[in-house]
């Protein structure tokens, strides 16, 4: 059964869309679209199925489009940093790049005029942005360190560029998996740190040894919405590495046929096994990879906390190392992109990793580069050792660029901790996350504090504010936080974080500490 023959139960707005027209055949009306207009275009095209391939109309700002690439582990090398940096160099003060929590790369100000020319750019360089927006496989994460790291148990790179290979057709479109019940997140991790944040995938595999071999425990139903937030569960599987792609296939086919419709906020991955049940779920998915699955090893390899990456660290090839650069909130402009190309050919292997911190790491770089590479301008704002709070600060984009939101977050967040570092002194970072709004894109949950964007009142009238999330945690015994205070009004925000931090995570008074 593939995406078209569907049997759908519902008639909602989604569904029907979906039913008449497929957005990946798109692709062939983009010289259309250029030569159209984006006022000219039919409205369900422009704001919806365009997403199938990357391209997001932004009712903030109309006309200026963005795009969302699609990045497997989060990988990608110099020269196509430096097409993505003429990308958005086109758009001046408009054009940026953000990076996501989902290792990849976001492009903003982009105009329908010039697809075909971007389009065409992304090819020479193998880049693509299918499927990478509405009911499609979100970008697959994986170990930022994969392949470098002398402590990994697993390089993820190659199986994720199979996983992400089947589901995209090689980059090309795949309507077997264009018309799935909703997104859907997968996550792969060799590494004991829970690089990839597991638990907040639909779909992640996790190291695992079983009778002396290795390979990985499954993990299923992992999502963040406005309806509900759950941390993923245990299959009771465990699976060799050499059939991690069947198994993705197996699971989205399960998920594509029988994943529930009516109400899309109810159609992510996890109601269906409530529904069902995870026995039911285990067996139907079974049926379609063709075997039983082996239990699930007694325990996984995810015994390290987490790190950020952040900082020069040695990798396992002799006299090479990696250097982790902070983003301040992910965020990028034209000539920083350059920059990054060029320095990553100068010094490293002109390759270029993203991380889900929203950060950059440069790797390969020998030891006898160090010295010069730790001179160049760039690093005096993308930091090797930033302070605490701006270290583990994460954002999403904010009513900046994102409809969705309900307050400016990434402008704001940067303001807000620089106050902050102005009036506390910190033994250790603090991951304060910010999100715009209750689809989590900047995962309050698992951070320390999360702030989720809302409207709250002041002096009886309605203003920006914040719902505070506490105790997520991240890396070894991974779960997320809950909310404890609603409605805190934006500008009065900075002295309740104040407090926070002092009575919660050790923050001293610099007033204190100085007298």
């Known amino acids: 059964m593939t995406a078209t023959t569907i049997n759908t139960t519902s008639q909602n707005k989604f569904e029907k869309l979906k039913a008449e027209k497929d957005g990946l055949t798109l692709k062939a009306e983009i010289e259309k679209f250029a030569l159209l207009g984006w006022e ?13 391939l990357g391209v997001f109309f932004r009712p903030v700002t109309p006309g200026k489009f963005m795009m969302r690439l699609r990045m497997p582990n989060g990988i990608l090398n110099s020269s196509q940093m430096r097409v993505l940096a003429e990308v958005v160099q086109r758009y001046g003060d408009d054009g ?28 020479e360089v193998d880049l693509t942005s299918v499927q990478s927006g509405m009911d499609n496989v979100r970008n697959i994460t994986g170990d930022p360190l994969a392949g470098l790291d002398a402590s990994e148990l697993y390089d993820t790179r190659d199986l994720v560029e199979q996983i992400q290979a089947m589901i995209t057709n090689s980059g090309e479109g795949n309507s077997e998996f264009s018309n799935l019940p909703r997104k859907f997140n997968i996550a792969i991790t060799g590494g004991r740190d829970n690089s990839v ?57 399960v998920y594509r046929d029988h994943g529930l419709r009516a109400n899309r906020q109810k159609s992510r991955l996890m109601w269906l096994i409530d529904e069902w049940g995870l026995d039911k779920f285990r067996s139907e998915v079974e049926l379609r990879l063709g075997k039983p699955f082996v239990p699930a090893a007694a325990k996984d390899e995810i015994d390290w906390e987490k790190r950020d990456h952040i900082g020069i660290h040695k990798q396992k090839q002799s006299d090479l190392y990696y250097v982790g650069l902070h983003v301040p909130v992910g ?96 033994t250790h970072p603090v991951r304060i996350h910010w999100t715009g709004c209750p ?6 949950q698992v951070a320390d504090i999360g702030l989720m964007g809302t409207k709250a009142r002041k002096n009886g009238k309605p203003v920006e504010g914040v719902d505070i999330y506490m105790g997520g945690k991240v890396g070894k015994d991974a779960h997320l936080g809950t909310c404890v205070t609603k409605g805190v009004p934006c500008e009065d925000l900075q002295p309740v974080l104040r407090d926070l931090l002092v009575t919660h995570f050790g923050a001293k008074s610099k007033v204190l500490v100085n007298t």
């Not at 990849?104 to 020319?117: A, M, S, T």
């Not at 079983?210 to 992992?222: E, P, Q, S, T």
């Not at 990793?353 to 704002?381: D, W, Y």
């Not at 994102?402 to 102005?422: D, G, P, V, Y």
């Open 40 to 52: 000219a275009m039919d409205e369900t095209d422009r704001e919806h199925r365009l997403k199938w």
């Open 96 to 123: 940026c790049a953000d990076v996501t929590t989902r290792q990849n790369f976001q492009l903003r100000g982009i105009r329908i005029e010039d697809l075909p020319e971007i389009f065409n750019r992304f090819k």
């Open 197 to 253: 944040h597991a638990e907040i995938n639909d779909l992640a595999f996790v190291p695992a040894f079983k009778d002396g071999n290795f390979g990985f425990n499954i993990l299923v139903g992992g999502f963040f919405s406005a309806k509900r937030c759950d941390a993923a569960i245990p299959l009771n599987a465990w699976v060799a590495p050499e059939d991690v792609v069947a198994v993705c296939r197996a699971i989205l086919e």
């Open 331 to 426: 965020r990028l402009y034209a000539e920083e992109m350059f920059e990054l190309a060029r320095i990553a050919e100068v010094y490293g292997s002109s390759e270029i990793r993203l991380t889900v911190e929203q950060n950059i790491v440069i790797p390969n770089i020998s030891e006898s580069s160090l010295a010069s590479f730790f001179t160049e301008p760039l690093l005096e704002k993308f930091k090797i050792n930033p302070e605490p709070l701006t270290r583990a600060l994460v954002s999403c984009t904010g009513a900046q660029f994102c409809n969705f939101a309900l307050i400016e977050t990434k402008n704001r967040a940067l303001a807000m901790i620089k106050a902050l570092e102005s009036e506390l002194e910190m």
């Open 439 to 444: 689809n989590s894109c900047g995962q309050p």
